[in-house]
């Protein structure tokens, strides 16, 4: 079974990551890792941290000679802010007056529930951890689940749908279209649409001009995923689920949306399923679709279909020009605290949500092939290929 979990505060020392199940064998490729969490901190509007930053995943544990030996990898990501923060943030009790309260919570950041939550009375604790350099964590082992997945023919990308009132509009974008982002050396804001990718900027400056922050749409695809992962004989089991939980766990997103599935609610039966049809040579099985409106997933399975999930982001909850809250102390009126923010993380959450959805596919093509070795897994995937082919 494939467990994973973070660990880590956002000025403290480091991010650890751990990933336990991977079978042995797998070749890790530690510059993917690296360009996975290069195409993180990418982004227009993203902070100053970002220019701090330049993470990198040192592996302490489960990889020997290049390849996974089968037993917990965990991963090491240093916070070059750390030196910054010793003082402040030390794991020592360290001199109080060199601590960095935060005495009034931010509206839409975690501080506030946080704190009644673990009877703080200063939000420095809940946001550091709930902060989302947290996904910096999360994309390190993501790109382990790439690789992993990738041996199955799998690939997993993202573009940004939109940003604020910028939008490529209602359509469905092909796979084609999307890979050719991830050989981009200069990331704006992932955008398929040059036209749309302008006016995104455009919303992205104006929120900075006013301080303010914007949100937007990003879209996950998973190509090449064969029918038969997740499963409806139990609730959470459902891929849909599945996905809907691991992209919703990610910071500032609001909704989950799996293909056309929000103005499917709004249209008829006949405009919204995807009629089936047969061709012998095509796909997994021979059958076609003429459009993906389900995502490709149907009764929380995968139906051969690329994977479609998109995820709302709401505008980061940090304002240079901050909101009206209430000092932890004194319970006066005051303005929300500020130390420094981005304005646009849209493209960012998008690279965190392939991890996601990176990780969940892996957990459901372990659970379907099972292996300890990747030659024992590859060797029950195809046999599993070949039963498709035969059907
Ligand atoms: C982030 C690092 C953080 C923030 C951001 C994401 O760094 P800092 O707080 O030092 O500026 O830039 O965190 C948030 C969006 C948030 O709301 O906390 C990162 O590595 O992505």
């Given at each position: 079974m494939l467990r994973y979990f973070t660990s880590g505060e956002s000025h403290g020392e480091a991010l650890v990551a751990f990933l336990s199940g991977m079978p042995a064998g797998l070749k890790i490729d530690q510059d993917f890792l690296n360009h996975e969490l290069w195409r993180r901190q990418?982004?227009?509007?993203?902070?100053?941290?970002m220019k701090i930053e330049r993470d990198a995943a040192r592996i302490?544990?489960?990889?020997?000679h290049g390849i996974a030996i089968g037993s917990p990898i965990a991963v090491l990501l240093e916070n070059k802010d750390w030196k910054n923060w010793q003082e402040s943030l030390p794991v020592e009790e360290g001199d109080p007056a060199k601590h960095k309260r935060v005495a009034s919570p931010r509206p839409g950041h975690a501080d506030l529930a946080g704190a009644l939550k673990y009877n703080f009375t200063d939000a420095r604790y809940v946001l550091e951890r709930a902060s989302a350099r947290e996904s910096a964590a999360r994309v390190a082992i993501g790109g382990l689940a790439k690789l992993f997945v990738r041996e199955f023919g799998i690939e997993v990308l993202s573009h940004v749908v939109s940003v604020g009132n910028a939008s490529i509009g209602n359509v469905e974008v092909p796979w084609e279209r999307i890979s050719p982002l991830r050989e981009r050396e200069e990331i704006l804001l992932n955008c398929v649409d040059a036209d749309a990718e302008v006016r995104m900027k455009e919303e992205v400056d104006l929120a900075l001009k006013t301080g303010d922050s914007v949100g937007g749409v990003f879209e996950v695809l998973a190509h090449n995923v064969p029918p038969g992962l997740g499963t409806y004989a139990q609730w959470d089991e459902r891929l849909d689920a599945q996905l809907a939980a691991a992209v919703m766990s990610?910071?500032?997103?609001?909704a989950v949306e799996i293909g056309s599935g929000i103005t499917a609610a709004v249209s008829l039966g006949s405009a919204v399923h995807d009629e089936i049809g047969y061709s012998e040579s095509a796909g997994f099985a021979g059958f076609t679709r003429g459009r993906n409106n389900a995502g490709g997933i149907e009764g929380g399975v995968s139906n051969g279909e690329d994977l479609r999930v998109r995820g709302y982001l709401k505008p980061i909850?940090?304002?240079?020009r901050p909101l009206q809250s209430v000092d932890f102390a004194t319970r006066e009126p005051v303005k929300a605290a500020y130390e420094r923010s981005d304005v646009c993380v849209v493209p960012a959450a998008g690279v965190a949500a392939e991890s996601m959805v990176a990780l969940t596919l892996a957990r459901c093509a372990l659970e379907k092939f099972?292996?300890?070795?990747i030659g024992e897994t590859l060797r029950n995937f195809n046999g599993y290929l070949e039963q498709l082919r035969q059907y």
């Open positions: 990418q982004g227009y509007g993203r902070g100053g941290r302490l544990s489960g990889v020997r990610l910071q500032a997103v609001k909850s940090t304002l240079r099972g292996g300890d070795s």
